[in-house]
């Protein structure tokens, strides 16, 4: 980042002459007449006002842009976006040409103790009543001289207002050579102020990504509510297709409620409109031109990809983020049912591509690293599958991805953590019904809020029998079950609460245990006590169901 010096004279010009202009993800002015008189003071004083950063600019602007507040909207060839100082030029720009409509600044030209000279920056309200100006005076030199006003318009530090200072000085001065000697002095020191300052500025060179420049704008704002990278997106997208991101999904979420289920709206639909234009999920996506001038056309696609694919990971009973194994597959998932064309053959053979593809991922480690680019990757190599029939995923290449097997499964951690794995071990005892213990509910995502992770094994009896807290604390030896249940097992052996329970129940036998193998429970295993051969035949049948589903069958209920 290379620092360097700039008067302000130069830094009016560029502004004139459209050479720096704002992004437009900026936030608009926000300084008060105060804090713009203390800047204006600040110059009075020869005192330094904080450096500037900029963007340099290449060919093509990185972020949509507006000219700063008053500035002319044509000119010459962009050559930098003002980063941070938006506050600071603004304020210049504008008291220095008289561009607020209420607000007139002026130089009082009197003792101040504060700042210790002869003359200080002020402003005086203004308003319009009748086609005229109020208060009359301001407008008038020899009022304004009579008060010992001098207007601050009169001192930028540009060759026209030279001429304009000399004509407001004649008229002031009334035809007073002693007046008109002393305004011209007093004029040109304070000129001379303005026209020498200077403003230092750190400037990010052309080759800086968008995503860098973003983050160096973000750590360097300061104000008490700092932009976000959304916050950009949602600026860029405004200013190219005229319409609100924050309406689009206001409006996705009153016609799909469930979505919040899966993850924040917004992180969602920025990463499936990013696949459906083909680009990659990512900050540097989001921030591109390109991405905010499609994202209007694209819009319908998106949410019906986001409908389509939040009602099939119900039926495959994914029901929240909270047992969700792996973040991305939402993406790709609603990104390829927006591009699917409605019709059932078509749809039944999407669904098996599909079902096949969010088990894989949760079974292999296909998103273990490099999340994006691979979720980008599978997207492309999945919608030329269902497009042409042809191709063969990576995802789906079993040397490359093999789906975990007994001993992995076996090693796996409590799913309460954010372990894909574990929390595939989960989902699979969901998928094949999820009854509850006690109250046979089956697993459904208003179930499973009160539900609890429950050790099959007790976890008191597992320790008095010498298992260490790793060996006992297992996705293998955890299922989602009411918390009346759970606190009723307490710290049993597994075959006296399931004792208990069958003969609690008027269902009989049978039944409990078709609850206890709705979650891929082997009852003989756990009415034997067996703590270590139970785990062995757990993994055996979740790893049959695994199977299964990564090969994109249907599965229901008990095998």
């Not at 050479?19 to 993800?25: A, K």
């Not at 007046?179 to 000129?191: A, P």
């Not at 809020?449 to 790793?470: G, N, T």
Request: charged share 25%; net charge negative; hydrophobic share 35%.
């Amino acid at each position: 980042m290379e620092a360097r010096n700039r008067t302000l004279p130069d830094w009016m010009t560029r502004i004139r002459t459209r050479q720096i202009v704002l992004p437009r993800f900026q936030r608009y002015e926000a300084w008060s007449h105060t804090q713009i008189s203390s800047l204006l003071n600040t110059v009075l004083k020869e005192l330094p006002v904080g450096a500037i950063l900029t963007l340099d600019i290449g060919e093509k602007e990185p972020f949509l842009s507006r000219p700063i507040v008053g500035a002319p909207e044509d000119g010459e060839k962009v050559a930098e976006h003002l980063l941070d100082g938006q506050q600071r030029l603004t304020s210049f720009w504008r008291a220095l040409n008289d561009l607020y409509e209420d607000r007139t600044y002026l130089i009082k030209i009197e003792n101040d103790e504060d700042l210790e000279l002869p003359y200080f920056a002020t402003s005086i309200s203004r308003y319009e009543k009748n086609g005229e100006y109020y208060p009359l005076w301001a407008n008038n030199p020899i009022e304004l001289w009579a008060r010992k006003y001098i207007p601050v318009s009169l001192l930028k530090p540009e060759s026209d207002a030279e001429a304009a200072f000399k004509n407001w000085a004649k008229s002031a001065s009334n035809g007073d050579t002693d007046c008109l000697l002393e305004i011209h002095e007093i004029g040109n020191k304070l000129r001379t102020k303005f026209s020498v300052f200077n403003i230092p500025f750190l400037s990010l060179p052309v080759s800086t990504k968008p995503e860098v420049a973003l983050d160096v704008f973000i750590q360097m704002n300061t104000s008490s509510s700092p932009l976000t990278p959304f916050d950009i997106v949602v600026a860029q997208i405004e200013a190219s297709s005229g319409k609100s991101l924050h309406g689009y999904i206001e409006d996705l979420n009153k016609e799909l409620p469930k979505l919040k289920r899966y993850n924040d709206p917004k992180d969602i639909v920025l990463a499936v409109a990013a696949l459906t234009s083909n680009r990659l999920p990512s900050k540097g996506t989001y921030l591109s031109s390109e991405f905010s001038a499609s994202f209007d056309s694209h819009w319908e696609t998106i949410k019906k990809g986001i409908t389509k694919a939040v009602s099939f990971l119900s039926e495959e009973k994914i029901l929240d983020s909270r047992r969700l194994p792996s973040d991305v597959v939402v993406y790709v998932l609603a990104a390829l049912w927006g591009a699917t064309d409605d019709g059932l053959d078509k749809e039944g053979e999407v669904r098996a591509i599909l079902r096949k593809y969010i088990w894989r991922a949760f079974f292999t480690e296909r998103y273990d690293r490099t999340t994006n680019s691979r979720a980008f990757s599978d997207y492309k190599e999945l919608y030329s599958l269902i497009k042409t029939g042809q191709g063969s995923p990576d995802i789906f290449n079993e040397e490359l991805y093999p789906i975990a097997g007994i001993e992995e499964l076996k090693s796996s951690s409590w799913p309460y953590r954010k372990d894909r794995l574990a929390r595939a071990i989960l989902a699979v005892g969901l998928k094949s019904g999820g009854f509850d213990f006690a109250d046979g509910t089956p697993a459904s995502f208003e179930s499973i809020q009160s539900r609890e992770y429950h050790h099959i094994f007790p976890q008191a009896w597992l320790k008095e029998k010498q298992f260490k807290d790793y060996e006992i604390n297992k996705a293998l030896n955890c299922a989602l079950i009411s918390w009346r249940t759970n606190r009723n097992i307490s710290a049993k052996a597994p075959c006296d609460y399931v004792a208990e329970r069958m003969e609690a129940s008027s269902l009989g036998s049978n039944e409990v245990e078709r609850r206890l193998e709705s979650h891929l429970i082997p009852v003989t295993q756990l009415m034997e006590n067996k703590y270590e051969d139970f785990l062995e035949e757990r993994a055996r049948l979740v790893l049959q169901v695994a199977q299964k589903l990564c090969s994109g069958q249907i599965v229901e209920g008990k095998l």
